[in-house]
């Protein structure tokens, strides 16, 4: 099974509202990240929290990370219909930190 | 600067034969990794370089293999395509490797037909 995995498995919104997804993940982690995904393209790395870390901010992005939890969310503040794509939560399953281990994905749609 | 370049975007073979893929990473970036992504399974990881060497691998068969030269190029090869091998094929770059922020390529769809 996963190490991570993304809930809602698709989430649709209106405009301007606020978007929640959530990462659980069984196995201790030394870092974990979220990316971005449109439709059939790479990946966009949005943020990288730390296992020391409870919180990171970028622009519109928040993510905490709850490690007695095993779990992590990513909140996108005042929704664009641009941010319509779908989001991945990655674990680092080794002490090189690469072996990255991806869930299967939140679908965000933003309805103007 | 510019990102991490795959190459060719889109690739139709036919089963049993050969495919080569290639990935240029960011311009001093060390470490490549591979990412197989389909409908199915997901993103699922095949293996990952540094400084020419292999430091990790996925659980893929031996048909999967790879290799990096000494300018970080990497490229992927697949022998004895099967039906399915049709996926996305993504390259991602970081600067170490470890706990760095990977840079995507655009990938490479594969279709075996």
């Known amino acids: 099974s996963q190490q991570g995995e993304e809930d809602p498995q698709a989430l649709s919104i209106q405009e301007g509202e606020n978007a929640t997804m959530n990462c659980s993940y069984k196995t201790s982690i030394n870092n974990l990240q979220w990316y971005r995904q449109n439709s059939g393209r790479g990946l966009v790395h949005l943020i990288l929290?730390?296992?020391?870390?409870r919180e990171k901010h970028s622009g519109r992005l928040r993510v905490t990370l709850d490690t007695s939890k095993k779990s992590s969310s990513l909140l996108i503040t005042a929704s664009r219909a641009a941010d319509t794509a779908s989001y991945f939560c990655?674990?680092?399953?080794?002490?090189?930190?690469?072996?990255?281990?991806f869930g299967p994905g939140t679908r965000l749609s933003v309805l103007p | 600067k510019a990102g991490v370049t795959q190459t060719p975007r889109y690739l139709i073979k036919t089963r049993g034969q050969q495919v080569t893929l290639s990935c240029s990473p960011i311009?001093?970036?060390?470490?490549v990794s591979w990412y197989q992504q389909t409908p199915g399974q997901g993103l699922q990881f095949l293996f990952e370089y540094f400084s020419e060497t292999q430091r990790n691998k996925g659980n893929f068969p031996g048909r999967f293999s790879g290799r990096q030269f000494s300018n970080s190029r990497s490229e992927m090869n697949v022998s004895t395509l099967e039906l399915g091998d049709s996926a996305l094929y993504l390259c991602a770059s970081s600067l170490r490797g470890q706990g760095d922020g990977y840079t995507f390529g655009s990938g490479t769809r594969l279709t075996v037909v």
């Open positions: 929290i730390r296992s020391n870390e």
């Open positions: 990655a674990t680092d399953v080794n002490n090189y930190g690469q072996n990255f281990v």
């Open positions: 311009s001093g970036h060390r470490s």
